[in-house]
């Protein structure tokens, strides 16, 4: 059964950085894509950014252009997800998603990260 | 960038009734629309895809419609287990996604 396993919680200080992993298991992983979504506290979906896994093309949204990165290892099946100058408002639970080559909706997610930002 | 509008954003039913949420694009996005369900503590959850496919596992009291600018989401019985958090996903501008804000179903 496909399943995404995320890293767990992590606490930062302000102007450091993070990064968060996402282990598939279960489909072919060069097969799909990834996005990443963030959900501050008791607040709607935000959607980050998409990697393909096939060949690694990203899209990042424009207000985050500039601090954050999405690799994958295809050797792992890993996705990751980095973001830099960390700041209070980046305090959120961060989910990674499978996307389809062609359906390009979300069919599977992670089971979140929470990424606490504080001094 | 496509803007997605849910409404009401707090929808309070009681169980065994039927709930509407609405979804609207400010753009057209053809039957690129989805829907998912989010419970406290827990990843969302796919529910409806083009629009009107419910995805595997999906309950038949679960149904979409619209296309266009236009969805809605219904959902014809209310059970306990159905009170959550829905939000829209519009995917036709690909590879740029935006979610609506969520509509909260609550016990009446």
């Known amino acids: 059964q496909v399943q995404l396993v995320q890293s767990g919680a992590e606490v930062k200080k302000p102007g450091a950085s993070v990064k968060v992993s996402c282990k598939a298991s279960?489909?072919?992983?060069?097969?799909?894509?990834i996005s990443w979504v963030r959900q501050a506290p008791g607040q709607g979906l935000e959607w980050m950014g998409w990697?393909?896994?096939?060949?690694?093309?990203?899209n990042y949204a424009q207000k985050l252009q500039g601090r954050v990165t999405m690799t994958t290892d295809t050797s792992t099946s890993t996705a990751y997800m980095e973001l830099r100058s960390l700041r209070s408002d980046d305090t959120a639970v961060y989910y990674c998603?499978?996307?389809?080559?062609?359906?390009?909706?979300?069919?599977?997610w992670g089971q979140g990260t929470l990424v606490t930002v504080s001094s | 960038e496509i803007v997605m509008t849910q409404s009401p954003a707090t929808l309070s039913v009681s169980p065994g009734e039927r709930a509407t949420l609405s979804c609207r694009a400010s753009?057209?996005?053809?039957?690129?629309l989805a829907w998912y369900q989010q419970k406290p503590g827990q990843a969302p959850r796919l529910l409806i895809y083009?629009?009107?496919t419910r995805a595997t596992g999906i309950p038949a009291r679960f149904s979409g419609s619209g296309s266009g600018t236009e969805f809605t989401l219904t959902i014809s019985s209310l059970q306990s287990e159905d009170f959550a958090v829905y939000y829209c996903?519009?995917?036709?501008?690909?590879?740029?996604?935006?979610f609506g804000q969520g509509t909260k179903v609550e016990i009446k």
């Open positions: 279960g489909y072919t992983f060069t097969s799909y894509g």
């Open positions: 998603a499978r996307v389809g080559s062609y359906s390009n909706y979300f069919d599977y």
């Open positions: 753009q057209s996005v053809s039957s690129n």
């Open positions: 083009g629009a009107s």
């Open positions: 990697i393909s896994a096939y060949n690694g093309n990203t």
């Open positions: 996903q519009q995917y036709n501008n690909w590879p740029l996604w935006t």
